[in-house]
Nanobody, 127 residues
Framework: QVQFLESGGGSVQAGGSLRLSCAAS????????VGWFRQAPGKEREFVAA????????YTQDSVKGRFTISRDNAKNTAFLQMNLVEPDDTAVYYC????????????????????WGQGTQVTVSS
């Protein structure tokens, strides 16, 4: 089963940028859609963005639309989350995970469909 490793988190001031990476352990990476989720202290995990197997199709949560961009490079077995104009409310641990089926279903945002969760990377945005 594929394993993911997130990186790129850190501390940044509001209005700044970060680029998160999600590296897969094997070349079957292109067989999975990939989702990014986040969990802030005391809050439930929430969907952020997802990208299809080929990278041609994406979904982005409304609260980050226009600021965050998800992409992937199948040749490098890596997915990315470019975070621009970050806000203090973006502070959370960010996780990536794999999705085999359901990317084009109405429940693409449900974390219960995803697996092979990484250990997460902390993003802290100061005002």
């Amino acid at each position: 089963q594929v394993q993911f490793l997130e990186s790129g988190g850190g501390s940044v001031q509001a209005g700044g940028s970060l680029r998160l990476s999600c590296a897969a352990s094997e070349s079957t990476f292109r067989s999975y859609a990939v989702g990014w989720f986040r969990q802030a202290p005391g809050k439930e995990r929430e969907f952020v963005a997802a990208v299809s197997r080929s990278g041609a199709d994406t979904y982005t949560q409304d609260s980050v639309k226009g600021r965050f961009t998800i992409s992937r490079d199948n040749a490098k077995n890596t997915a990315f989350l470019q975070m621009n104009l970050v806000e203090p409310d973006d502070t959370a641990v960010y996780y990536c995970a794999a999705l085999t089926r359901g990317f084009y279903s109405p429940t693409y945002y449900s974390g219960y469909q995803y697996y092979s969760w990484g250990q997460g990377t902390q993003v802290t945005v100061s005002s």
